[in-house]
């Protein structure tokens, strides 16, 4: 896999840098401190012409670095169920195909801290180098699983003790008048479609963010960060 842009190839430098096999620098490309930090490493520079950088990863601001890396590695979810896992607050995802949103969720709940993602192997997109990109080092503070079945996930996770809560547009409680009950699963699901209904049907409860101006919706990673504040403020308290 393919790192680039400078803050997603410096986070992974601070974080895991054994992950990194080699490192593409155009040949004007100017951050000494990103560089000092390459070369304590021992991680191996390739200075390369701007035709050829693109030529390894066709994207938009690659900021003159790429980061050959190893494949992203997820987390086993029986490893999530562990009990001294039960300080952190899963995030299932149903079915969310746009990466730009998977790897915004991803940097979110990194900044808040105490999440881990859940994600199916099919109908949803997995890890890629383009949700890295927009994770922005996220991918280093959270742990994701990806499991063949969302629901039977879910099932596991609420014999596992966890409660199980999903958003809905309109219809839920809302977020704001509720009191949580730990350790939580949120389930999201995809704009347009919401979460399924064999996924519905395994919730303990709905809820809703008030909406008071335009007849609109937050799109699901906007969504995310405002379930995840309340989230992390409620179990703060508790």
């Given at each position: 896999m393919f790192l680039y842009g400078k803050n997603s190839v410096l986070e992974?430098?601070?974080?895991?840098?054994?992950?990194?096999?080699?490192?593409?620098?155009?040949?004007?490309?100017?951050?000494?401190?990103?560089?000092?930090?390459?070369k304590s490493k021992d991680i191996t520079i390739d200075r390369v012409s701007e035709k050829e950088l693109i030529r390894i990863k066709r994207a938009d601001r690659l900021q003159?670095?790429?980061?050959?890396?190893?494949?992203?590695?997820?987390t086993p979810f029986e490893k999530l169920l562990d009990g001294s896992a039960n300080n952190l607050s899963l995030i299932f995802l149903d079915s969310i195909n746009d990466p730009h949103n998977l790897g915004s969720i991803m940097r979110i709940t990194a900044c808040f801290g105490s999440f881990a993602l859940v994600i199916p192997k099919h109908g949803a997109c997995e890890v890629n180098e383009t949700v890295l990109h927009v994770a922005s080092g996220g991918e280093n503070f959270i742990?994701?699983?990806?499991?063949?079945?969302?629901?039977?996930?879910?099932?596991?996770?609420?014999?596992?003790?966890?409660?199980?809560?999903?958003?809905?547009?309109?219809?839920?409680?809302d977020i704001n008048n509720i009191s949580l009950y730990f350790p939580l699963c949120l389930v999201m699901g995809a704009e347009g479609k919401?979460?399924?209904?064999?996924?519905?049907?395994?919730?303990?409860?709905?809820?809703?963010?008030?909406?008071?101006?335009?007849?609109l919706s937050f799109n699901v990673a906007m969504a995310c960060a405002i379930f995840a504040h309340e989230i992390t403020k409620q179990n703060t308290v508790k």
């Open positions: 992974r430098l601070k974080t895991n840098p054994g992950s990194i096999k080699k490192i593409f620098l155009q040949d004007n490309f100017n951050a000494p401190h990103i560089i000092k930090i390459i003159g670095i790429i980061a050959e890396v190893n494949k992203f590695t997820y742990p994701v699983s990806i499991v063949t079945n969302l629901s039977t996930a879910l099932r596991e996770a609420k014999n596992a003790g966890y409660w199980a809560v999903g958003t809905v547009v309109e219809g839920g409680e919401g979460i399924r209904h064999g996924i519905m049907k395994h919730l303990d409860l709905k809820v809703s963010l008030p909406m008071k101006g335009a007849q």
